[in-house]
């Protein structure tokens, strides 16, 4: 495997080689729901194979991409494994979260060093193939090559070609790549050599608008010369700056023929890596940090907000999940809605009220906000409360926020603000919560009657309400400055 190890410089790495023997993991899907499967980094360091027992399962539908995965979570951080495995330590579990809709893969290892191996090699196969540079791509793609020639005779037949497309993870066709296979084989040979394999490759990666593009850059030529590059980025590309030592760069950097880098020219190849690539993109590299001006009053911005953030579906029968605060938050939300009601045994629920949508507790929706709140951008988060509880649960509430949210809550002023709400910039870091001051409603005598003991939003849900509820209270308490925690704050995530 050392081709592939190198190009993303993890050369005898510890948690790569444990990956690449396998190991048996228990996958989890329930509470009576637990099987012993084999999992194991494919050779090309890029996909992961793992054993089925379903009938007629192809081959293919046994492996998924590295490049599918969206991250991978150490500990019960996700609703499988918090409802399923409590009663196995956090450090022997592990979840694989994918980019797209599918299931999260909840797993349990035999031992927490066997776990740490998947964790820690799986996050940094995910960081370096995110950042390896065109030409270690193309090393890559060779050496694919190289391993698809079973019987290193330097020719591959159409069944090479296959294993040669599955170690790329390309899903084509059969009938697709037999046709371009015979229309690569000059020699009539039923076998590809030389440029043959070259022109395949081409053929199956050709992209007819790139070669328009590359034909209106280079004219009758065949390359790029650096003045025509130039002539490219200034008056396509809209980089008006670009001169001659620009396009020297990106010719260093992009070009995979030695000669053509040589002469100062890029070849098509060459164009379709840059443009394939950050310095290629048509969003500036610049704006992937925040430029404007952050010190302005919260209220003078527009803010990125959610709509029943904990719906996972629809808003009648729908599960609610934490996993939708997670999702949100990565997306760069940075404000969340928390439909907050009683629930059984003095614990706060978050659900679509009046609706048969699943329910989560709000302890577990907090410990979700605190470990995602600041991953995609440090500005506040804003929990906007829609409150139906009960005083008594207000106050279990306040408790699961302090003792959850810790130093990220912010309960107190700023010093120094008081004409006007604090900015951006000053609230890095910090959650907020947005509600309906507790005033005015209840009985003379503080919090003791016994008609003040439930409390509803005026929202539309709300407005289903018994009166007699509705006319009780509004939200909500102030936070007390010293409540005992009823739990244990959870580590932050790894």
Not at 183 to 203: A, G, P, V
Not at 207 to 213: K, N
Not at 227 to 254: K, M, N
Not at 329 to 338: A, S, V, Y
Request: charged residues 30%; glycine residues 6%; negative net charge.
């Amino acid at each position: 495997y050392h081709q592939y190890d190198d190009v993303l410089a993890l050369h005898g790495d510890e948690d790569l080689l444990a990956l690449l023997k396998g190991s048996q993991l228990l996958k989890v899907k329930s509470n009576s729901w637990r099987r012993e499967r084999y999992y194991k980094l494919q050779e090309d360091c890029k996909t992961i194979w793992q054993e089925s027992r379903k009938v007629m399962r192809t081959p293919e539908s046994q492996l998924f991409s590295i490049e599918d995965i969206q991250e991978v979570r150490m500990g019960h951080r996700t609703e499988g494994l918090e409802k399923f495995a409590r009663d196995v330590p956090e450090d022997r579990c592990f979840s694989i979260v994918f980019k797209d809709q599918r299931n999260t893969l909840d797993l349990i290892a035999p031992s927490p060093a066997d776990a740490q191996h998947w964790v820690q090699g799986l996050r940094k196969i995910i960081h370096h193939s995110g950042s390896m540079d065109q030409q270690q791509k193309l090393h890559w793609i060779h050496s694919c090559l190289r391993k698809a020639d079973k019987n290193k005779d330097n020719k591959m037949s159409f069944k090479e070609v296959q294993n040669f497309l599955k170690e790329l993870n390309i899903q084509v066709d059969d009938s697709y790549a037999r046709k371009i296979f015979r229309e690569c084989d000059r020699s009539q040979t039923d076998s590809l050599e030389d440029e043959e394999i070259e022109d395949f490759y081409k053929i199956l990666t050709k992209r007819q608008e790139i070669d328009r593009t590359f034909a209106e850059a280079a004219g009758s030529g065949e390359t790029l010369s650096v003045d025509q590059l130039v002539t490219f980025l200034q008056h396509q590309q809209r980089e008006e700056a670009a001169g001659p030592a620009l396009a020297l760069s990106l010719i260093e950097r992009y070009e995979p023929s030695e000669t053509a880098k040589a002469q100062r020219q890029m070849t098509k190849d060459g164009f379709l890596m840059y443009l394939l690539s950050a310095d290629g993109s048509a969003f500036s590299l610049t704006h992937r940090r925040v430029y404007q001006d952050m010190n302005q009053p919260l209220s003078h911005y527009l803010v990125s907000s959610s709509h029943n953030t904990y719906l996972m579906e629809d808003q009648l029968t729908g599960p609610s999940s934490t996993e939708a605060y997670i999702r949100a938050l990565c997306k760069g939300c940075r404000c969340l809605e928390l439909d907050c009601w009683d629930g059984p045994n003095l614990e706060p629920i978050i659900y679509h009220g009046y609706t048969f949508t699943s329910k989560i507790l709000f302890c577990d929706v907090l410990r979700a906000i605190r470990d995602y709140a600041f991953k995609a951008s440090p500005y506040p988060v804003i929990l906007s409360l829609e409150n139906h509880c009960s005083l008594e649960q207000q106050r279990v509430m306040a408790r699961h926020l302090r003792a959850i949210l810790g130093p990220l809550l912010l309960d107190q002023p700023l010093d120094g603000v008081t004409t006007s709400l604090p900015s951006p910039e000053q609230l890095k870091g910090k959650i907020l919560l947005k509600g309906k001051k507790f005033g005015g409603l209840l009985p003379t005598g503080g919090e003791g009657g016994s008609e003040a003991t439930d409390v509803s939003d005026e929202d539309e849900a709300a407005e289903m309400e018994d009166e007699a509820v509705r006319m009780t209270g509004t939200l909500c308490v102030p936070l007390p400055a010293h409540l005992p925690a009823r739990i244990p704050p959870r580590p932050p995530v790894v």
